[in-house]
């Protein structure tokens, strides 16, 4: 089973920050990527998929790369409404496999 | 526009039978797409169950393959999802989801979205 890990697990920042959320898999997955938002009481939301694409109606703040085992999700000008747990799952295969969540708070 | 709702008991005791159906309105089950379960203890990271298609056919995660079946009723445009033997670490708030896909050559991409809302078990006695 592919492995997924965040880092870090909790990030604090203030609004307007820039913020960067890595993800590294246990093996190559080449671009099989995605990136959800999940605030509390909700599902989570489908923010970028495929490595690097965002998903229509998500804000351009939100930027992604990464090939192979290597990701990163970042924020830029955060916002009130960025504040949430993110988490990267991996299409590479089943069992599919999310990252442990980063939790990013206001400063 | 495709939405998903949950639905079964909120409480289930040890040893017992969870049993969730999730509802797909706004588009047919039967398009070319997996649909999915995934659950969430509380306070905790996400985990995939399994996913099934149109035609039956189904994929588990093999930490709960022994005690998982996922089921599709196309008549009732839903799926279902059965964990059996449950213990209070099968305490969760369980999703259902569709696998939006894209393709590109030979490549298909999928992620979790829309999700439903969610629905609480607890396994208690």
């Known amino acids: 089973d592919i492995q997924m890990t965040q880092s870090p697990s909790s990030l604090s920042a203030s609004v307007g920050d820039r913020v960067t959320i890595t993800c590294r898999s246990s093996q190559n997955i080449s671009n099989y990527l995605n990136w959800y938002q999940q605030k509390p009481g909700k599902a989570p939301k489908i923010l970028i998929y495929?490595?690097?694409s965002l998903q229509s109606g998500v804000s351009s703040r939100f930027s992604a790369s990464g090939s192979g085992t290597d990701f990163s999700l970042t924020i830029s000008c955060l916002q009130h409404e960025d504040f949430a747990t993110f988490y990267c799952q991996q299409g590479y295969g089943a069992p599919y496999s999310f990252g442990q969540g980063t939790k990013l708070e206001i400063k | 526009q495709v939405q998903l709702q949950e639905s079964g008991p909120g409480l289930v005791k040890p040893s017992g039978t969870l049993s969730l159906t999730c509802a797909v309105s706004?588009?047919?089950?039967?398009?070319?797409?997996?649909w999915s379960w995934v659950r969430q203890a509380p306070g905790k990271g996400l985990e995939w169950i399994g996913e099934i298609y149109h035609d039956g056919s189904s994929r588990y995660n093999p930490s709960l393959k022994s005690r998982v079946t996922i089921s599709v009723d196309k008549s009732k445009n839903h799926f279902s999802l059965i964990l059996t033997s449950v213990t209070a670490a099968d305490t969760a708030f369980y999703y259902c989801?569709?696998?939006?896909?894209?393709?590109?050559?030979?490549?298909?991409?999928?992620?979790?979205?829309?999700w439903g809302q969610g629905t609480l078990v607890t396994v208690s006695s």
């Open positions: 495929a490595a690097s």
């Open positions: 706004g588009g047919s089950i039967s398009t070319n797409n997996w």
């Open positions: 989801a569709r696998e939006s896909t894209y393709r590109s050559g030979w490549y298909e991409f999928r992620w979790f979205d829309p």
